[in-house]
């Protein structure tokens, strides 16, 4: 047996509102392209068994990327005399460059947490730009989650967030798996995480789910019931706002599904893609 993934990964250079960035990506798998959106303060190696999944590479070609000032994506120059915030715009904007300079054709974004928030916002936006989205995790409008000491100078901020997030699991899931995900969260840069909460605060599309054309871009939101933070319910009824979404519930999954626990995950996940072939309809 090959000791060797079939994960290859790369830098591009995009460029938002004037400012360049220098962003990591991996992808594996050829097909369909489906881009996914790691969480707050996080970095893409939360999509590591996905583009391990031959089932799904198989069909699509799997991409995810670090934002920028996250994982191995740099902050851009004179990064130090500004505050770190994702704004919406910034955000948004990051997305769709990522997508254009890879030259994805009509992708499916697949986002979890913030990234499964976010989705949300391109399908209203930008939806004929797309095949369709997954949310994981998804709400409507922002989830207050700052913190003073998120970025304080007496506490290791990547730690204290990683801890933070922790509890955001289920504890039904893997140990092993969880503690994973905490040591992504505590290489997370100072205030980083803090930055990303900028996002949830312009964040509300609630009035919006309702103009979402699912017959050109098909909407899927899948959520586990172990999440305090963006609860079950409120996920459901993003799905109900909007005409022809697909709403999974998976029992014992946390906040953070796609690495926590893929396994239980998966079915659910595969069944979304699914729904996304679904032969399209005219507008």
């Known amino acids: 047996m090959s000791r060797f993934e079939p994960i290859r990964g790369g830098y591009f250079g995009i460029e938002v509102d004037g400012v360049a960035y220098r962003i990591f990506y991996e992808e594996a798998g050829q097909g369909i392209p489906l881009l996914c959106l790691h969480t707050a303060g996080a970095d893409s190696r939360q999509w590591r068994h996905l583009l391990n999944d031959r089932e ?17 994506s740099n902050p851009p120059a004179g990064w130090w005399l500004r505050k770190y915030e994702l704004t919406r715009r910034l955000y948004v904007g990051c997305i769709r460059e990522v997508y254009r ?22 399908a209203v936006d930008h939806g004929e730009e797309l095949r369709g ?36 699991n289920s504890p039904l899931s893997p140990e092993e798996a969880r503690r994973e995900n905490w040591w992504y969260y505590a290489q997370g840069g100072p205030g ?22 699912t017959r050109r871009c098909k909407v899927s939101i899948i959520s586990g ?7 079950p319910d409120v996920s459901r009824q993003v799905a109900e706002a909007i005409p022809g979404a697909q709403f999974t519930l998976i029992e014992g999954l946390g906040h953070f599904p796609v690495i926590e626990d893929y396994a239980k995950l998966r079915p659910s996940l595969h069944g979304a893609l699914e729904h996304m072939l679904e032969e399209e309809q005219s507008a």
């Not at 989650?145 to 967030?161: K, S, T, V, W, Y």
């Open 101 to 122: 300079a890879l030259e994805l054709e009509r992708p499916i974004l697949l986002g979890c947490s913030i990234g499964g928030f976010v989705v949300l916002q391109l």
């Open 192 to 213: 980083v995480y803090a930055g990303d909460t900028a996002f949830g605060r312009e964040f509300d599309v609630r009035a919006q789910l309702k103009d979402i054309d």
């Open 225 to 231: 019931d172990y999440d305090y933070s963006a609860l």
């Open 56 to 72: 799904v590479t198989q069909r699509f070609r799997v991409i995810a990327f670090d934002l920028p000032y996250h994982g191995r």
């Open 133 to 168: 989205v997954i949310g994981l995790q998804s709400v409507a409008h922002g989830i207050g989650r700052h913190n003073d000491f998120l970025h304080h100078p007496a506490i290791h901020g990547g730690e204290f967030a990683a801890s933070y997030t922790y509890g955001l």
